[in-house]
Every structure is written in C-alpha cells, then in structure tokens.
C-alpha cells in the first residue's frame, strides 16, 4: 500500500516526526513517500492509497506556512480520494488553551471533507511534555500500520 505523508512544520519537529514515519512504514512493509514541499501534483503523481499528515500548529491554532500551499490546493481541488485511510498526528503545546494541535484539527476537517476516513484518533503531541516527539509517536504509528493492514 502506498502511504503519502505530508507535513508542515514551524521548527522542523514535524518534519523530524514525519520522517520518521517514513521509516517506520516502509519497514512496515509500505511504500511510504514523504516530501516536505510536495504540491498536489507531486501527491497525485504518487497514486496514494492512504494518507498520513504531521503537523505543528502555530501560535493561532493555524497550520505551518509550508503545509498551507498543499493544504489549500487540496481544498481548491478536491481530488477523489474519497474512502481511503488516513491518519493525523498533531504536534502543539497545550498551553495555547483552545488553538492546541488546531493544525491537526484542520487537516481532520479537509479529510472529512474529501471522505478520507480517518482509520487512528488523531495522536496529539504535546510540546510542553514531549521532548521525544518521534519516539513517543511510534506506539500511535504501530497502531495506525496495523489499522491499515486490517
């Protein structure tokens, strides 16, 4: 199964995370593609059959400025990927109250939208706990690569 990961990240957390990620499903057994400055047509040209997103969230509760490009030609476009799995790991610092992991709460909204059906309850990483995010997200990840095998 082909796994597109996207991600946007302020300090490069969620890159880190995503590409860990990457590892972890291709040794999976996946094929797992990550490009941190991907457009739609490089995801399209993918074919993926499921979907990861990693996403920091900034101080407004607003995805990274590097994920916004891909995330509005997705709205713009809406492409048919209606019924595949996905998934969403939202990195954020609970201290911002209402706007904590908002990032990953946009992305549920755009895959709700495009029917992606999300397989895994969003992980949410909280950086005022976390200072291993990639290793704290790799029990959420074996769930989600076991979810998608089912």
């Keep these: 199964m082909k796994v597109a990961i996207l991600s946007g990240s302020v300090y490069g957390t969620?890159?880190?995370?995503?590409?860990?990620?990457e590892r972890l499903l291709n040794a999976a057994g996946f094929e797992a593609w990550h490009n941190p400055r991907a457009s739609l047509a490089d995801v399209q040209a993918f074919a993926p059959q499921a979907f990861l997103t990693v996403t920091s969230t900034t101080g407004m509760g607003e995805l990274p400025d590097n994920l916004q490009p891909l995330y509005f030609a997705i709205r713009d476009h809406l492409p048919a990927w209606g019924g595949l799995p996905g998934g969403v790991i939202a990195l954020g610092d609970a201290s911002y109250g209402d706007?904590?992991?908002?990032?990953?709460?946009?992305?549920?909204?755009?895959?709700?939208?495009?029917?992606?059906?999300?397989?895994?309850?969003?992980?949410?990483?909280?950086?005022?706990?976390?200072?291993?995010?990639?290793?704290?997200?790799?029990?959420?990840?074996?769930?989600?690569?076991?979810?998608?095998?089912?």
Aim: hydrophobic share 45%; proline share 3%.
């Design 99 to 150: 706007t904590f992991c908002g990032g990953g709460e946009l992305v549920r909204e755009l895959y709700a939208e495009l029917g992606i059906r999300e397989v895994q309850a969003m992980l949410r990483l909280d950086a005022s706990e976390s200072v291993t995010p990639e290793s704290d997200a790799e029990p959420w990840l074996a769930a989600f690569s076991a979810a998608l095998k089912a």
């Design 14 to 21: 969620a890159e880190e995370v995503a590409r860990h990620a």
